[in-house]
């Protein structure tokens, strides 16, 4: 089955660190990519959706500069989180999309990656 | 479920029991469904999906039902198992335009063994 990978799982830097996550489709090619970050007992909310080639689309309320997103391959993208602080602090997790795939198909999705900033 | 604060809804149910896990969705234009699972720190897992142009689905001791007259979504999981416990997230996309899910808030599924 579609897998996506998704490293490092687990971060804890000091606060003004810059991070980067990164999230690869190992048995498929993805145009699109999704980022979602996920707070304690909450649901996942997007952040941005990554695209191959292109510049990355951002929800309302995400700071593009604070979130840079790269999608430099069909299946890489990466999402480093600049000078990270406290309240950035949470469980990004991203999903990806089969290029191959027609119409309605569900999203695969990483294992994540907790980001603890002191 | 609806969320309540930072508390997930809870279900609680003896192992061997049938489990309804529900859920009401936002947007009338939207065309495509998803059930997914979560365990503990891993991210979601894919069940099962149905399209807004059926009104239900079956697959493996699961089956989802989509009323779209009141916007509401269920997953039934038949003989409810304790490695079934989890989070319980439905998920839609809208019809046209962006390929991202909208979360619901999701509900935890406890099975007693």
């Known amino acids: 089955g579609a897998v996506v990978s998704q490293h490092p799982s687990r971060v804890i830097c000091k606060s003004g660190t810059s991070v980067k996550i990164e999230c690869r489709s190992l048995d498929f090619q993805a145009t699109t990519m999704f980022w979602y970050r996920q707070f304690p007992k909450q649901s996942l909310m997007l952040m941005a959706t990554s695209n191959e080639g292109s510049k990355a689309t951002y929800e309302q309320g995400v700071e593009k500069d604070k979130f840079l997103i790269n999608h430099a391959s069909l299946t890489l993208s990466t999402l480093t989180v600049t000078s990270a602080h406290p309240e950035d602090s949470s469980f990004y997790i991203c999903?990806?999309?089969?290029?191959?795939?027609?119409?309605?198909?569900?999203?695969?999705f990483g294992d994540g990656t907790r980001l603890s900033i002191l | 479920g609806e969320s309540v604060g930072l508390h997930l809804p809870t279900l609680s149910v003896q192992e061997g029991d049938n489990s309804i896990i529900n859920c009401a969705y936002s947007n009338s234009a939207s065309d495509y469904f998803i059930w997914y699972k979560q365990e503990s720190g891993k991210g979601p897992q894919f069940i099962i999906d149905i399209r807004s142009n059926m009104d239900k689905r079956q697959g493996q001791r699961v089956t989802v039902l989509l009323n779209k007259t009141v916007k509401h979504l269920s997953l039934q999981i038949a003989a409810t198992q304790p490695g079934d416990s989890a989070v319980y997230f439905c998920a839609e996309k809208l019809r046209s335009g962006r390929r991202a899910l909208t979360f619901g808030s999701g509900t935890r599924l406890q099975v007693q063994p």
């Open positions: 999903s990806a999309r089969d290029r191959e795939g027609t119409g309605n198909q569900p999203q695969h």
